[in-house]
């Protein structure tokens, strides 16, 4: 029987008083059925430290919630106990407190020694955390958050200082009860049993603690001391020393801490809960609000799990914005990895306390470096920091996702396996805004205006020039990816294999490059349609990137109900409004202008809002390419076979796949095109029987609103022929990679000059490079052994088909200005040699 508990009942009751008049706690979970506790066994609650205010704001919150009120007593056969609950560690001192763990809590012997006597006996252990002060939407002062929950354990006059100031912001967190009829059945001696017990539910606190309000934090001084004794990092320093020619271990090792200085955060739980004051004001100032989806999907595996939170990178705001919304939802923000042009003065200081670890853009060549990163990176995951990384290596100027990088992602497999104590995870995380602060910037750069070096003015510049509101934000948390199963399906036996990290085997990058695609394929998988993105789609596929009112809300309710019916993934995020809701908001956005007309008003972008608006179509472009696909084949055709479309739709999708980052299989092809036929068929857009599908009469709104939506790939069908046409006239065998890039490339941007609106982005390279690498990897391309391009029938077929896919005139001009361009490219390579 612990010290408390003899208090005089007068005493206990004016406590009680107190605590209740003091506390308002928020519980978790909300309900009592997500606990899954059976009414009829008796439940004995499981608190980490002895406290009499945590045992009596648990009670009232038990009843709150439902759940068996521990001041009622505990009954386990001949056993009772006038209290249902047990403590892991005992009292300690008056202002802090080591905890001392109770070896054999009594109450849970007599527990075991009762469930021994009668076999048909079991009791529920239920686990119970209490954190004070973790309730981050009504944090308000600094004074509040000196004395919030920390790992440190508090004394009798600290406890009371953090509930007088702090009660009011408590969160109680309930977890699934543990059989300890179970725990008995696995043979184990009565001793070891509890042992075991014990640790189980010292992991747990810890874990939930470890989400809740971060690891146990030592200074950053002894984490980079630590850091510089690891072997990894001395035998470079001595391989260093030895490079250079002298010798000279002192002057290696000042280098190598140099580098672990420059590397490693400074993280600061106060600092945190500072930062989330002044984050809450700038969000206001900048955004209507914050849409999160998708946050019970990570709270599953946040717990028992090494998270890696990997967004897309849309802007500088990412980095804020990630931390944000993670402690508002009572999770510890991530390490970040930032580049190293971002360790500005003032603002450096500021991100590195906030979590943020930089790392340079290149270590190549410095295996100094190289050894200090990753041993600092092992060293964060190995003290249970969650991570958070941007997977595309830097800001899409585009709003399409880029190319995975394989830098972090290499570091974080091999570092798993050194170690392998838990499981990691990836988050994929889908981040979408109506406006995006750098969309002018963006657009400067597409258009070759050199990138500027980022600097502290630069930010208080953006700041100032900060005019109204830039809309919503949408955060949509995707499928976790676990590690584990990645390992298994690149090497089912990868647990027996002895990492070696100077010798890693091959299976370790076909990991890298399938967690990669996995992750950029997730991101999109979690998109999110809001009315900014679903306007653009299809105003810019208009021919003037305008369209009558009532013609427009027709087109956008037609593209919403595509979203409902035949839905990308379960996890996208679709608008429960309108096409003409969409109209009115854009409207109030100034995103569009309304030209008054008497026989029925149009909406229109003007030709700078039409360049940016083409960053937000990209962000979810890939939601309608297979249904455009199917309208522009048709409409091409006016008349075509059910099998020769799917077919055709089958062969492209490797190319789309590529390029945009679909999740879909080649076996999952024809379903999706079955169910996009039935519905444009349904809206009148097509007339299909059993056998064939045709476009309705050219004159009729129908064909033109199948116009709009064919013309949503079009620029990517136009890439397509560009890259097949300059491969033909150039003939198998004739062309490298990189000049076909180039020219491509040289050859988009004429078409941009003299033709027809399109995005910047049409002529970007790096669409072309993967477009051109699928083409490899469906070996309609091989590389021969002087590194030129060859190709077969597989391509020529496919450039005999582009008639299905463009209009003659575009067939044409593509034709024309590649003959031009490879007549010139031609002859200024003789003339060089």
């Known amino acids: 029987m612990t010290h408390w508990l003899g208090l005089d009942l007068l005493l206990i009751w004016l406590i009680k008083q107190f605590l209740f008049w003091m506390v308002r706690a928020n519980v978790q979970p909300e309900s009592r059925e997500s606990l899954n506790v059976d009414p009829n066994l008796p439940v004995c609650y499981v608190l980490k430290n002895e406290s009499i205010a945590d045992y009596l704001v648990m009670a009232r919150e038990c009843s709150n919630l439902g759940l068996p009120d521990p001041t009622k007593g505990l009954q386990v056969g ?41 076999p048909e006996l079991d009791v529920q252990l239920v686990p119970v955390s209490l954190f004070w002060g973790r309730a981050p939407a009504r944090e308000n002062s600094i004074f509040k958050i000196i004395f919030s929950d920390t790992w440190r354990v508090p004394g009798l006059l600290r406890k009371l200082l953090i509930i007088m100031i702090q009660g009011r912001q408590t969160v109680v967190h309930f977890d699934e009860p543990v059989s300890l009829r179970k725990m ?144 508002r939802y009572g999770m510890v923000p991530p390490h ?121 003015f630069d930010i208080f510049r953006t700041l100032n020039k900060i005019r109204g509101t830039f809309g919503q934000v949408y955060v949509n948390f995707g499928e976790p990816i676990h590690l584990n199963d990645a390992l298994t399906n690149a090497a089912p036996d990868w647990r027996q294999f002895q990492y070696d990290d100077n010798k890693p085997p091959a299976w370790v990058s076909e990991t890298v490059d399938s967690v990669g695609t996995g992750i950029i394929t997730g991101i999109n998988n979690a998109a999110v349609a809001n009315p900014i993105n679903l306007m653009s789609i299809v105003l810019l596929s208009t021919p003037k990137q305008a369209m009558d009112e009532g013609a427009l809300a027709k087109q956008l309710d037609f593209y919403l109900d595509f979203l409902r019916k035949v839905p990308y993934t379960d996890l996208v995020v679709v608008p429960d409004i309108s096409g003409a809701d969409v109209i009115a908001y854009c409207e109030r956005m100034e995103v ?52 020769t479309l799917t077919k055709q739709i089958s062969q492209l999708y490797v190319f789309f796949k590529s390029e945009l980052f679909m999740h879909w299989q080649d076996e999952d092809i024809p379903g999706v095109v079955e169910r996009s036929l039935a519905l444009l068929v349904e809206h009148g857009y097509l007339i299909a029987n059993e056998k064939e599908v045709w476009a309705p009469d050219s004159r009729s709104t129908e064909f033109m609103h199948l116009s709009i939506l064919a013309n949503t790939t079009k620029q990517s069908l136009e890439r397509f022929f560009i890259a097949v046409e300059i491969l033909v006239k150039a003939g198998s065998g004739k062309l490298q990679r990189a000049q076909l890039e180039n020219a491509c490339t040289m050859l988009a941007q004429r078409m941009s000059l003299l033709h027809e609106f399109s995005g910047p982005e049409f002529s970007d390279k790096s669409l072309f490079r993967n477009f051109i690498q699928a083409l490899v990897k469906s070996e309609v391309l091989n590389v021969n052994d002087s590194g030129n391009l060859t190709f077969g029938d597989a391509l020529l077929r496919s450039h005999e088909d582009a008639h299905s896919l463009l209009g003659e005139d575009t067939r044409q001009s593509i034709q024309q200005i590649a003959d031009m361009d490879l007549e010139k490219e031609f002859s200024e390579a003789n003339a060089d040699k």
Not at 355 to 369: E, P, Q, T, W
Request: positive net charge; contains cysteine.
């Open 78 to 118: 001949q056993y009772h106990h006038k209290r249902a609950s047990y403590f892991l560690t005992a009292k300690g001192w008056f202002w802090e407190r080591k905890e001392k763990a109770l070896a054999q809590p009594q109450k849970l012997l007599k527990m075991i020694d009762e469930l021994e006597k009668n």
């Open 184 to 327: 008995l059945d696995e043979g184990l001696p009565k001793e070891r049993a509890i042992r075991k017990l014990g640790r189980v539910f010292r992991t747990h606190f810890r874990r939930l603690r470890e989400a809740v309000i971060g690891p146990d934090l030592s200074h950053r001084r002894t984490m980079v001391n630590a850091l510089l004794r690891m072997p990894s990092v001395t035998a470079a320093i001595e391989s260093e020393a030895k490079r250079n020619g002298k010798g000279d271990k002192r002057k290696a090792a000042a280098t190598a801490r140099s580098y672990a200085n420059e590397i490693a955060a400074d993280y600061s739980h106060s600092v945190i809960r500072i930062y989330y004051l002044v984050l809450t004001w700038l969000w206001n100032k900048l955004y209507n609000g914050v849409s999160v989806n998708g946050m019970d999907r990570l709270k599953k595996v946040a717990t028992d799990n090494e998270v890696i939170y990997v967004p897309c990178h849309r802007s500088h705001i990412d980095y804020l914005l990630m931390s944000y919304l993670l402690f």
């Open 592 to 643: 569009l202008t309304r030209q008054k007309h008497a026989l029925g008003d149009v909406i229109r972008l003007t030709d700078d809002k039409a360049l940016l608006m083409s960053y937000y179509r990209n962000n979810i472009i890939h939601l309608f390419a297979l249904i455009s696909l199917v309208a522009c084949l048709v409409q091409n055709n006016r008349r075509i076979k059910r099998q």
């Open 336 to 456: 970040i990895a930032a580049g190293v042009n971002l360790n500005m003065p003032v603002v450096g200081p500021i991100l590195r306390r906030g979590g943020a670890f930089f790392l340079r853009r290149s270590f190549k060549g410095n295996r100094l470096y190289t050894a200090v990163f990753n041993e600092y990176l092992n060293m964060t995951f190995d003290r249970g920091f969650s991570v958070e990384y941007f997977v595309e290596g830097g800001r899409s100027r585009t709003g399409r996702l880029l190319a995975p990088r394989p830098g972090m992602l290499s570091m974080t497999v091999r570092s798993f396996l050194r170690t392998r104590r838990r499981n990691f995870v990836f988050v994929p995380v889908h981040i979408c805004y109506e406006k995006v602060l750098e969309g002018g910037t963006y657009l400067g750069e597409l258009y070759g205006k050199e990138k500027k070096q980022e600097s502290i």
